[in-house]
């Protein structure tokens, strides 16, 4: 990602400062769950359709894999959170921040705990075949601790 010559956030950065400060403010001022889903799935509904399209199906397997999971924006962006409010899984569209692929990522409070070293952060280049569905499913599954 390109920065501007003084060394300072390009505008992508700035604007997405910016989104995560309202949403932190939305968040003091109690917004409920559902203005979660709803700031979700418009940052899915600007997505380009391609996206747009990858990010509606992992957040119908997220929902169906780790129902205990939160709906809300990260960053502008599509994330999920537990029951503490920390973010546990994201996805960024590509073309938010001008990058070469989605990203599907798992922060802190995912459970994906193995070894030394594992993976937090996967590409994600186009559509989603079955397979890719299924790793998916079972990465939020165990990153939300469900035991199945």
Do not use: C
């Not at 989104?19 to 600007?46: F, Q």
């Amino acid at each position: 990602m390109a920065h501007e010559e003084s060394g300072g956030f390009t505008e992508v950065e700035l604007a997405a400062i910016r989104e995560r400060a309202a949403e932190l403010r939305a968040e003091k001022g109690g917004k409920k769950a559902a203005a979660g889903l709803e700031d979700l799935l418009k940052s899915i509904r600007a997505m380009p359709e391609d996206q747009r399209a990858v990010a509606e199906r992992v957040h119908v397997i997220v929902s169906e894999a780790a129902p205990g999971l939160r709906p809300k924006t990260w960053y502008g962006q599509p994330a999920w959170t537990d029951a503490d409010g920390k973010v546990v899984v994201f996805f960024h569209s590509a073309a938010k921040y001008g990058t070469r692929y989605n990203s599907l990522g798992f922060e802190e409070a995912a459970r994906l705990d193995d070894g030394v070293m594992w993976p937090t952060s996967y590409a994600v280049t186009g559509p989603l075949g079955p397979a890719e569905q299924e790793q998916i499913a079972q990465l939020v599954r165990r990153a939300a601790g469900a035991t199945n």
